[in-house]
Nanobody, 124 residues
Framework: VQLQASGGGLVQAGGSLRLSCVAS????????MGWFRQAPGKERELVAA???????IYYADFVKGRFTISRGNAKTVWLTMNGLKPEDTAVYYC???????????????????WGQGTLVTVSS
C-alpha cells in the first residue's frame, strides 16, 4: 500500500483545512486508516482513526468537536479540520494498518504504511 497525503497549508487561527490521503494497492477496505501529526520536537501522535467500514471512529481528545475523519470507496481518507489553533501546527501523516476486524487502532505500531506527510501551519 502506498499513501499520498495532500491538503496542508498556511491558515489563520479559526480557519479550516481538508487533508486528503489517497491509497494505491489492493485491499484498501481491509485497512484501518489513521491520521497522525508530529510537531517540532514532539512525538508523533494519533489524531483520528477510522475502521474498515467507516462506522467506528476514534478522535484524540484535543481534536474532538473540531476535526472529522471519513473514508470513501475510492481509496481516499479525509481529515476535515475546523477551528484550527496554533497548537495544531504540525506535519500530518496518514497511515494504514491491516485489520481482521472492524475496529480502530490507536497505537502507532499498529500502522504499517505511512504517507509522506503534509505540513499544516496555523498562524495566530
Amino acid at each position: 500500500v502506498q499513501l499520498q497525503a495532500s491538503g496542508g497549508g498556511l491558515v489563520q487561527a479559526g480557519g479550516s483545512l481538508r487533508l486528503s490521503c489517497v491509497a494505491s494497492g489492493h485491499s484498501f477496505d481491509t485497512y484501518v486508516m489513521g491520521w497522525f501529526r508530529q510537531a517540532p520536537g514532539k512525538e508523533r501522535e494519533l489524531v483520528a482513526a477510522v475502521a474498515r467500514s467507516g462506522r467506528r471512529i476514534y478522535y484524540a481528545d484535543f481534536v474532538k468537536g473540531r476535526f472529522t475523519i471519513s473514508r470513501g470507496n475510492a481509496k481516499t481518507v479525509w481529515l476535515t479540520m475546523n477551528g484550527l489553533k496554533p497548537e495544531d501546527t504540525a506535519v500530518y501523516y496518514c497511515a494504514a494498518g491491516p485489520s481482521r476486524w472492524d475496529g480502530v487502532k490507536i497505537r502507532r505500531g499498529d500502522y504499517e504504511y505511512w504517507g509522506q506527510g503534509t505540513l499544516v501551519t496555523v498562524s495566530s
